[in-house]
């Protein structure tokens, strides 16, 4: 059966860093848009970064722009979201999605992935 996989979350000082990683046991990410989201108790889930399944084109939203990276690491099959200066705000479930695309964008709206992994706790300490 084929499952997303994230992997790397934890508890972590404000200011430090974190890598997370989305993998696809028995498939790859080829020829989909890999999106990382994140889910706060009491609100709603909300995208943070994806990359396009051609040209690995990323997009990030406002708040983490600048602190946060999304990249394909082809030989591991992975999809990973650096995290940098994190915050207590950045505190959440992270979840990765896919959507099959041939696109050289991807979207950040979470109706448009149909696949998703389980998620991973990330919680940052003031």
């Known amino acids: 059966e084929e499952q997303l996989v994230e992997s790397g979350g934890g508890l972590v000082q404000a200011g430090g860093s974190l890598t997370l990683s989305c993998s696809a046991p028995g498939s790859t990410f080829e020829d989909y848009n890999i999106g990382w989201f994140r889910q706060a108790p009491g609100k709603e889930r909300e995208g943070v970064a994806c990359?396009?399944?051609?040209?690995?084109?990323?997009y990030y939203a406002a708040p983490v722009s600048g602190r946060f990276g999304i990249s394909k690491d082809n030989a591991k099959n992975t999809v990973n979201l650096q995290m940098n200066s994190l915050k207590p705000e950045d505190t959440a479930v992270y979840y990765c999605a896919r959507i099959i695309s041939w696109k050289t964008y991807c979207s950040l709206d979470r109706d448009e992935y149909d696949y998703w992994g389980q998620g991973t706790q990330v919680t940052v300490s003031a």
């Open positions: 990359i396009s399944s051609i040209g690995d084109n990323v």
